[in-house]
């Protein structure tokens, strides 16, 4: 399993741009990466999962080198509802994988 | 859109007694996935299931039990409770293990 390492905090303002790096030097072929956002006595919510390049939705964009060993999840414009910890996880879109959370990253979001 | 439902919400026990946490899945989903997660912690990764059957396997206790039944519901089995057992208990499902899963609500077991 890759492990993936993160800063453990951030802080930003409201209208501000965020972005928060995912390292994740033993990433195999055939992982995918993906993106969470836990709020307090919450489940974690899916926000966004990329393989290379760039992925964007309505939410965030996905920032991926070539050589996928690190990763950039951008939130554009946070308000403090964006207040959470989010979380990376890189693992295959297999039957059978572990989908494992390591160490998240907790923002706070600043009026 | 159906969601994840877990079932209780709430669940309070005695040391030593026994609990059953249930999960339905978004229908279609063939995986689902347990988590702990204690106050301030990161979700742990318990146990996992593919098509009824246990794909992987985490820091489950050997006091815990699961399994995904034929209507693709899971229950985890938790027998001689302990104080630290007390957690939120996260059920997740996806479709043949793609890393896109969804959340429940989560059961809060307060063991006392």
């Known amino acids: 399993l890759a492990k993936t390492t993160q800063p453990i905090s951030m802080d930003s303002y409201e209208g501000q741009e965020v972005n928060i790096t995912c390292s994740h030097n033993?990433?195999?072929?055939?992982?995918?990466i993906t993106w969470y956002q836990q709020f307090p006595s919450q489940g974690p919510r899916f926000i966004i999962q990329?393989?290379?390049t760039k992925v964007t939705n309505e939410v965030a964009s996905l920032f991926i080198p070539a050589d996928r060993k690190s990763s950039t999840l951008s939130l554009p414009r946070v308000s403090l509802s964006d207040t959470a910890v989010y979380y990376c996880?890189?693992?295959?879109?297999?039957?059978?994988?572990?989908?494992?959370f390591g160490g998240g990253t907790r923002l706070m979001v600043k009026p | 859109a159906a969601g994840v439902i877990q079932s209780p919400r709430h669940l309070i026990k005695e040391k030593r007694e026994t609990a059953t946490l249930k999960c339905y899945p978004i229908?279609?989903?063939?995986?689902v996935y347990w988590y702990q997660q204690g106050p301030g912690q990161d979700p742990q990764f318990l146990i996992s299931f593919y098509e009824k059957m246990q794909s992987d396997k985490g820091s489950i206790p050997d006091r815990f039990s699961a399994q995904q039944f034929s209507d693709y519901h899971s229950e985890l089995n938790m027998s001689s409770l302990e104080l630290g057992d007390s957690a939120l208990y996260f059920c997740?499902?996806?479709?043949?293990?793609?890393?896109?899963?969804?959340f429940g609500q989560g059961t809060r077991l307060t063991v006392v």
């Open positions: 229908p279609r989903h063939d995986t």
């Open positions: 996880l890189v693992g295959s879109n297999n039957a059978g994988n572990m989908l494992t």
């Open positions: 990329g393989y290379k």
């Open positions: 997740a499902s996806s479709f043949k293990g793609n890393t896109e899963a969804f």
């Open positions: 033993n990433i195999a072929t055939n992982d995918y």
